[in-house]
Structure formats: C-alpha cells, structure tokens
C-alpha cells in the first residue's frame, strides 16, 4: 500500500500532516493580517504626513505637568514629560496597594468576626464597593472633596505653614538635592540589609537549634548605611515653605486634590476584594490545625503566626497578585479626573504631535512589562510560601 | 406501640437533642459583650451605624430639598439633596441625547432586554430555544433604537446613550466576547505549539495592559487599520475594545474549566470515533462551561461595571450622561452629589442582583453534583 500513502490526498488524513497544516496556516493568517495592517497604516500616515519614529521623545514638550518628582518644566523633552507620567503611576499605585492591603487584611478579619455587627458592617462595607464601577467612585471622591473643603483663597490652615483647601494638601518640603538621593538609597540599602541578616540568623537557628540574640546586628545594619551616608554626603537641610499667595500657593509639597481621590478611589475598591481573600484564605485552614497547635502548646499568637498564617498565605497570594495587578492597571483611569499619570501625559503627548501609535506603544509596553514583572515577582514568592508535596 | 411508649420515644429523642446555649439574655447578648474588647467592638459599631442612618436621612429626607428649582437648591447650600435635580434631569440621565419624542422606543428596548435577561437566567427554560428568543429580541431592539422601517424615525448612534448604550455595550461585548474567549481557550489548550503560543501572546497581552488602553488603541488606530475609505462608528470601535478584553478574561477562566475536565472524557470521547470538534462541542465543552458558570457570572458584573470607561474616549454611557446632567448649566455647582448617587445605587441594583444569581447558580449546580449522597 506504500502507493496510496504517498498520494497526496491520502496525506491530508494524516493527523500529524494535518497538525502541521493548521499551524502553518495560523501562522500565515497572523503574519497576513500583520503586514496587512502595517501596510495600510504606514500608507495612511504618509498620506495624512504624520511623522513615524520615535524622534519626537527629545523634542520640547511645551506643557506643565501638576505633579512631578524629578525636576520638570515646560521646556524639558516629551520623553522626560513620560517619564515624569510612569513616576506618577507608579506612586500612587504603591500607595494604593498599601492602603488595600492594610484595610483588606482589617475588613477581611472582621468578616469573621464572632460579633455580628461588625461582620454585618464589613460586608455592607465589601458589597458597597464591589458593586458600584471604581469609575464612578473616582468621580465621587472628588466631587466630595471639591464640595466639602473651601477654596484655596479661604484655605484652612491647619497647622503653621500647613494649609488645606479644595486645591489638596499643602505642606513644607525638603529642597531636594542629589545628596538626599543618597541618603535615601542609603536607607533603602539598610533595610535589605537587615533583613539579609535577620534571615541569616534564622537560617542558622533553625539548622542548629540554638537562638542567639539576632537584634543588635538587625539594628546595626539598619542604621549604620544611612548614618555613614549622612557623614559623607552631608545634605543640606533647607526647607521649601509654602506662600500663600492671591489665587494660588506656591512652594512646598502639594498633595493634589486629585491625587488623593485616586488613591481613596483605588485602595478602597482593591481593598474590598482583599478582604474576600484574606477572609477565604483563613478559613481554608482547618479547625484541626488550629487544636494541634494548641496540643502541642503554641498559644494563639503563635498558632497564628507559626501555623494558620503560612498556610492561609498559599491560597492568598494568587488572587492577591491580581489584586495588585489591577490596582496598577486601574490607576490609567486618572485620566478621568485629571491625575497626571503615564495614560495622561502620553495623551497629551500624542494630541500634540499626532503620532498615536508610538504613544499607545509606549504606555502598553510598559503596562505590559510592569505587569510581567510584577506577576513574576509574586509567583517567585508563591513558589518560596507553596506547600512542597512529595 | 402504646401511647407511653410513644411518649417515651419522644423523650429520649428529646433528651438526645444536643444542648443549645442559654436563652437568657446572657445568652443572647453575649457574641456582643462577651469580652471587654468585644463590649468596645459592638459600641463602636453601633455609633457608626446611628451615625451612618442618621446622616443619610437628614440627606435624604429632613434636610432635602423636594420642590422648587435650582435656586431653592442653591439657598440651602448642599445641606441636603435636591430631589428637584433628579425629577428635572431623569429622561436625560437614562436616554442621554435620544430624541425626547421618541424615548419610548429605547425605554421598551430596555425592557425587553431585561425582560429577556431575566427570562433566561431562570434554569427551566435553559434550552436552544432561547438562542431564538435572543436572536428576536437582539433584532426587535436594533430596530427600536436605530429606526428607519415602520415609520421609525432614524436616530444615529452618535444619539444613543445613557442606560440602553450600557447595557448595549456590555450584552454584546460579553456575547461576542465569550465566543472569542473559548476558542483563545481552546486554542490555548491545543496541543498544536504555533496556535498555543498564538493565543498566549494574544490573551497575556490584552490581559497585561488595562481596558483604558484598549480602547485608546480602539479609538485611535482602528481608522487607520481600515482599508481607504471606510470610516468605522465610534461605538463600533468602543464595542471591538471592549469584545477584545472580554475575550481575554473569559479565556482564562473558560481554560480552568476545560483543564477540570478529567482527561478520561477526551479519551472515551475519542475512542467512540468523535473528532476534536465534535467530541468538544457534545462532551468537553458542556461540561467545562457548566463549571465555570458562577466565575462568568461574575466576569459579567465586572464588566458591566467596566463599561463605565467609554466615557473617557467619549461615548455617553449612563455615567457619563448623568455627568452631563450634573454640568448643565442651570444645575451646574448646585447638584454635585446627587447624580453620582443615584448612578451609584442603579448600579448597586444591577450588580448585586446579579452577584446574587450568582451565589444561586451557584448552590444550584453543586447541587446537581451530588444527588444521592444527601
């Protein structure tokens, strides 16, 4: 029968000829619709005279932007403007998943609550912020702060040089220079530090059974980075105070209006969702492991700590990660109200040139890695918390 | 068996009844003052709720504003709400810029969808029959709200909005978008590497970046993926985002359900002769959906929800109509509370019932999973 196998149409009831057929014509389909569209798109661009390439990045921006870490003005570059844009994000989402992750953890142990009032509150709580668009929040935490605090002629001044108006929160800064950049990374170093040596000292309890007094080296490694990097940077402690002018104040650190109903918006909408976690989490722990730890003579806090908590946390940490991962997503909706986030900045950015494409590029590119290094980070720290089965 | 001996039956099964707390006070007040971290616990939560009720009905009702115009409103200063606002801008907030004449057509529209929403969320009428109940009802509503035949007036989609737009936008973006979503799952779960890895990258794309961009992207480069000529409807390209994202989301969850199904029914699938298609369509797929029913449902409220962010590339969606009401000019500064509360509990009612159905289908289908072992 080696004739009819070799025909060609007995070649396409092969499976594995049929399997390689499908993927090739997938492939082709992909790769067509793509040219397809880069074709078009490219055509139409040169008809419309739009600029293609990232050139535009190092060209003035010409625009203010409301809130900025690194220094910025109007005459700095579209690539700069993004960049402050990406730090906006990125600031109000941390914040934001603080808040969610202390409020979440609070609400989610009140849901069980033996008291039936308070469980009754936390989820009238959880079911007023589930059900209602995180949009429609935003709009509504900002209303309330534009209608319930004065305008900025009339700001409250609630302590000296502190005002607070319907214009945010005005406080007096430090005059940042890059000495300070030092000394904060001076900080930062010290904290991974002492937990490195925390970490050691457990280790080594654990392998030889003997406690040694860990906190004295734990406090020496937090502190010491940060005082050597006083002595050699030196930073000046000049202070930025605010002045109340006519209309406006300037100078000092300004916590914007718009800032704060974003960040009450995301971390109260993240933190109903953290609550059902943490709430499914605990109760996934048997009652039996709750007695066998108190058989074996752990009280509860430890019982707590040492067994419910690390056990809880395997089935947390998943729906956790997404938890956080939305958060950061959701915070593109400052364009709503006018946070300048990367979603903001690059809108204007591409209102001003017109090349849309290189701009939605850049901020799904980094929405995209952001995201992927964050569920990457959170599935190294499940793999560390999984239970190991045999 | 004599009377005492009933009797005696009776006793000792109540004797055997195990025995329940106190009712004494005691009993009945402990979960609230048990210890004294709980007597402070239940104090606290008792002033927050006097205060919580008595906040909302001097709101509501003693401090409220019922009749007048915006100038009554304006005296009182936002001491109470202005109920005048709501009466005078209702249409509006539900119909948006549909022709005032004509807002019977999308009110009927709306109650047919529900009326069908409601029809085939009850499982007793689970059959193929309501796929051409929604093709009618899809069809009926099409032409209430764009018109053109009967003696319709035509009314463009640039007019559409408000409550219809909505639902509009979220029904068919999740129809079109659960489609899309088990074939990405399917063809996740394919064996064949080149279509695997076509829909990972797609699906961890759309899912890595949020909606907002999706439908920047939508609004921006889809006129420029359209051949000369052909220009593409605003709502189209918002419908397409939002389809895209649905998609993406429904796949996973669809994928759980399929890798729930145990590998045995593929096999006995294949060993009776069916082909992938077949042996998917009559025995995996009925099964992995009928599992992932309760995430869907819950992908649904979520995306009902996440309609809301048409708004930002324009559309006027229910939100963004009550926006418009709350800056008309006449009422502009005066109401700024009310419209976003009264959105507010529309969607609450929306959301929660459908979390309820839920929880429902939920307790319905385990249910159907273990007769006989109760």
Same mark, same amino acid.
């Given at each position: 029968m080696a004739t009819s196998d070799s025909s060609p149409v007995r070649l396409l009831y092969d499976v594995r000829v049929r399997a390689v057929l499908y993927q090739v014509v997938a492939v082709a389909l992909v790769v067509g619709i793509g040219l397809y569209l880069f074709d078009t798109v490219s055509r139409k661009l040169a008809a419309q005279n739009i600029a293609t390439g990232f050139d535009y990045l190092s060209r003035p921006a010409g625009f203010v932007i +409301?809130? +900025?870490?690194?220094s910025y003005d109007s005459g700095n570059s579209y690539g700069r403007a993004i960049l402050v844009g990406l730090l906006n994000t990125i600031w109000v989402s941390v914040f934001a998943v603080i808040i969610s992750t202390v409020l979440g953890l609070v609400v989610g142990i009140a849901r069980l609550s033996r008291n039936p009032l308070l469980s009754t509150l936390a989820l009238i709580y959880v079911e007023a912020l589930r059900n209602v668009p995180l949009l429609l929040y935003l709009f509504l935490w900002y209303a309330l702060i534009v209608a319930v605090f004065p305008p900025v002629r009339e700001a409250?001044?609630?302590?000296?040089?502190v005002f607070l108006s319907n214009g945010g929160l005005i406080v007096p800064s430090l005059r940042w220079s890059p000495a300070h950049t030092g000394v904060l990374a001076a900080v930062v170093l010290g904290i991974v530090l002492a937990c490195v040596v925390a970490s050691a000292f457990r280790r080594k309890r654990v392998a030889t059974g003997q406690s040694r007094v860990a906190w004295p080296f734990v406090l020496l490694a937090l502190v010491v980075p940060p005082l050597l990097a006083m002595l050699i940077f030196q930073p000046e402690m000049a202070v930025n105070w605010p002045e109340k002018g006519r209309f406006r104040i300037t100078g000092g650190l300004q916590v914007t209006p718009e800032f704060t109903a974003l960040l009450v918006g995301l971390g109260l909408s993240a933190s109903a969702g953290i609550a059902e976690t943490v709430r499914a989490g605990i109760l996934s722990v048997g009652r039996g492991q709750w007695e066998a730890a108190r058989s074996v003579g752990l009280h509860d806090r430890q019982t707590m700590r040492l067994v419910v908590l690390p056990q809880a946390l395997r089935v947390i940490i998943p729906p956790l990660t997404s938890s956080y991962l939305s958060t950061f997503k959701n915070s593109s909706l400052a364009i709503a109200i006018g946070y300048p986030d990367l979603v903001m900045v690059s809108n204007t950015t591409m209102n001003q040139t017109g090349q849309a494409i290189e701009g939605i590029a850049i901020f799904m590119l980094v929405y995209l890695g952001m995201s992927i290094t964050i569920s990457m980070l959170m599935n190294w720290y499940n793999a560390r918390v999984a239970l190991v089965e045999r | 068996m004599t009377d005492t001996a009933q009797l005696n039956t009776l006793a000792s099964v109540s004797d055997e009844r195990p025995v329940r707390p106190a009712q004494n006070w005691f009993g009945l007040l402990k979960p609230y003052i048990g210890s004294p971290f709980n007597a402070v616990v239940t104090f606290a939560c008792l002033w927050l709720i006097y205060r919580l009720i008595t906040g909302a009905w001097g709101w509501l009702v003693? $401090?409220? #504003? %019922?009749? @007048? !115009?915006p100038q009554t409103c304006k005296a009182a200063a !936002?001491? @109470?709400?202005?109920?005048p606002f709501l009466a005078a801008k209702l249409r509006f907030m539900i119909f948006g810029f549909f022709p005032y004449d004509e807002h019977w057509r999308p009110a009927l529209a709306v109650l047919l969808f529900l009326g069908a929403m409601i029809y085939s969320m #009850?499982? $007793?009428?689970?059959? $193929?029959r309501l796929l051409w109940l929604w093709l009618a009802v899809v069809v009926i509503c099409g032409v209430l709200m764009y @018109? !053109? %035949?009967?003696g319709l007036r035509v009314v463009n989609t640039t007019n559409w909005g408000g409550l219809p737009l909505s639902f509009m936008l979220s029904s068919v973006g999740l129809a079109f978008g659960f489609v899309l979503g088990v074939l990405l799952a399917l063809a996740r779960s394919s064996k064949l590497p080149a279509i695997q890895v076509i829909a990972i990258v797609f699906i961890e794309m759309v899912r890595g970046v949020p909606l907002v961009s999706i439908l920047f992207m939508a609004s921006v480069m889809l006129p420029l993926f359209m051949p000369d000529g052909v220009t593409i409807d605003k709502l189209l390209r918002a419908q397409v985002a939002i389809i895209i994202f649905a998609g993406a989301y429904i796949a996973e969850t669809v994928r759980g359900g399929l890798q729930a199904v145990p590998k045995g029914q593929h096999e006995a699938a294949a060993s009776l002769g069916l082909g992938y298609w077949l042996s998917m369509r009559k025995i995996v797929l009925p099964q992995a959906l009928k599992i992932v029913i309760p995430p869907l449902v819950n992908i649904f409220i979520g995306f009902f929800q996440d309609t809301t962010l048409v708004t930002i590339i324009g559309l006027l969606d229910f939100l963004d109509t009550v926006r418009s009401a709350m800056r008309d000019p006449v009422w502009q500064g005066i109401a700024v509370l009310e419209g976003y509360i009264f959105a507010a509990l529309v969607y609450a009612v929306f959301s929660y019932g459908m979390g309820s159905y839920s929880r429902f289908i939920e307790r319905r289908l385990k249910t159907d999973h273990s007769h006989g072992r109760h």
């Open positions: +409301s809130q +900025s870490f690194i409250w001044q609630i302590l000296p040089e | 003693t $401090r409220a #504003i %019922v009749e @007048g !115009g !936002g001491a @109470g709400a202005c109920w #009850i499982p $007793r009428f689970w059959s $193929r @018109g !053109g %035949v009967f």
